[in-house]
């Protein structure tokens, strides 16, 4: 008996500490997004300026609130609504914003399934403004062949060379595991603008903020390391921002 008991308590602790592991043709929905701290970058070429890690703002934590006795209890409900609000408008925002623009090709190292073209978990998903609605494993969303494999790339490209200044990534399953952004200008020459350490939880975009750029650029390279966020690590979309 000792002996049962002490493997369902493994069991379910493993439950617990499971992350975005599942991959099936339906969505998981595992909770509603989350407030990012944004975090301090590590160490940037001396010939470029350090990018900005930001995130959209979230709605605050879904905790009930207490009992209905309590005066604070329609205040901390309100709060709650408001976080929710403030979220919706700042994700609209972003997909309206004349001066950004979705990849229109995107290759990745490696797909789930090999998938290619429509298919899902393919890299064409990363493709086009964002469509993933729920955190968790989508086929609207590209994944990498294995989970917690290490370095995986997208490769993406835009309509409109621009001077940029901006890149936000919209991850929506396992995220945090970005490492490294870079740029190419219309000559092909690579230009990193920040690798670190990706503060990204939950479904949300890694802002990357950055002096606008010398030079044109309509492709952008993302750099992932799988492994340090175990589990699935899904890109829904890629948004590139210049004039």
Wanted: charged share 20%; aromatic share 6%.
């Amino acid at each position: 008996m000792t002996h049962s008991r002490f493997m369902l308590s493994v069991f379910v602790a493993a439950l617990l500490v499971a992350g975005c592991k599942s991959k099936s043709s339906e969505p998981t929905q595992l909770g509603g997004p989350v407030a990012v701290r944004p975090a301090a970058s590590s160490a940037q070429p001396a010939s470029v300026p350090p990018a900005q890690p930001n995130s959209a703002p979230a709605p605050a934590s879904s905790a009930p609130a207490t009992a209905s006795g309590d005066p604070n209890a329609a205040t901390i409900e309100e709060n709650k609504k408001l976080s929710a609000i403030e979220w919706a408008l700042k994700q609209d925002e972003i997909k309206k914003d004349p001066n950004g623009q979705w990849a229109v090709d995107v290759s990745a190292s490696s797909t789930y399934n090999d998938a290619t073209g429509d298919a899902s978990w393919s890299a064409t998903q990363v493709a086009g403004p964002p469509n993933v609605e729920h955190y968790g494993d989508d086929g609207k969303a590209w994944a990498p062949k294995t989970p917690d494999g290490g370095i995986e790339w997208h490769d993406l490209k835009y309509s409109k060379p621009v001077n940029a200044t901006e890149v936000r990534i919209r991850e929506s399953c396992g995220s945090g595991a970005v490492i490294q952004v870079e740029l190419f200008d219309e000559q092909g020459t690579p230009h990193k603008v920040w690798h670190g350490s990706d503060p990204t939880q939950d479904l949300n975009y890694f802002i990357l903020k950055f002096p606008q750029t010398s030079y044109k650029t309509n492709r952008v390279k993302i750099t992932l390391a799988t492994n340090a966020v175990p589990g699935w690590n899904e890109i829904d979309a890629v948004q590139l921002i210049g004039k």
